[in-house]
Structures are given as structure tokens and as C-alpha cells.
């Protein structure tokens, strides 16, 4: 049974960071792609950043050069550095994995960018 569990999140300042990791368990294949999603109120979940078991990155544009995405392939863990934080980055955010045709999602946090 795979399991993805999520750490991080929470309120900022615009204009602050934050930083989520995301471990996941069982089941799991050496080739996969991990990343994250985000789903704001009112809003269809979006794409914010994948990467692959062998590095490759993939970005939404609205987060190109704020947020960077990284794994650890030997703890099944992926990271999403946040900076420059904006207001229109709160949302729920989803830690994702997919492993050959098959989603995962993790539980969802709350992140809120506000003064």
C-alpha cells in the first residue's frame, strides 16, 4: 500500500519561503515521478512542479524561478523549496507520485501567503 506523508506548510509573510518534503512508502518502483500540485478555493487543481526518479524537472510558469523542486531517490523523498511567496500561492498544496500508470496523493496542506 503505497503512502505519501507530508510536512511543511503553513502561514507567511509575501515575500517569505517555506519548504515541504513528502516521503513516500510501499510498493514503490525505481522509476516513478514525484511533484506537487495545488488547489486553490473556487479553482481546479494545478500543476506546480514534478520531478522524475532521474532529475528531470517540469515547473508551472507562474512558479519558474521562486520554487525548486528536489528528491532523495534513496529515502523516497521529494522537496519543494518556496520563495518570494505571493499571495496567489495559497492554496492546498498535494504531495503527488505517480508510478507507471497509477496516481498517489498525500493529504493536502494549507499554505497562506498573507500580511
Known amino acids: 500500500q503505497v503512502q505519501l506523508v507530508e510536512s511543511g506548510g503553513g502561514l507567511v509573510q509575501p515575500g517569505g519561503s517555506l519548504r515541504f518534503s513528502c516521503a513516500a512508502s510501499?510498493?514503490?518502483?525505481?522509476?516513478?515521478?514525484m511533484g506537487w500540485y495545488r488547489q486553490a478555493p473556487g479553482k481546479q487543481r494545478e500543476l506546480v512542479a514534478l520531478?522524475?526518479?532521474?532529475?528531470?524537472?517540469n515547473y508551472a510558469e507562474s512558479v519558474k524561478g521562486r520554487f525548486t523542486i528536489s528528491r532523495d531517490n534513496a529515502k523516497n523523498t521529494v522537496y519543494l523549496q518556496m520563495n518570494s511567496l505571493k499571495p496567489e500561492d495559497t492554496a492546498v498544496y498535494y504531495c503527488?507520485?505517480?508510478?507507471?500508470?497509477?496516481?498517489?496523493w498525500g493529504q493536502g496542506t494549507q499554505v497562506t501567503v498573507s500580511s
Open positions: 503527488y507520485l505517480r508510478i507507471q500508470f497509477t496516481d498517489y
Open positions: 520531478i522524475t526518479s532521474g532529475g528531470t524537472t
Open positions: 510501499g510498493g514503490l518502483f525505481n522509476k516513478n515521478v
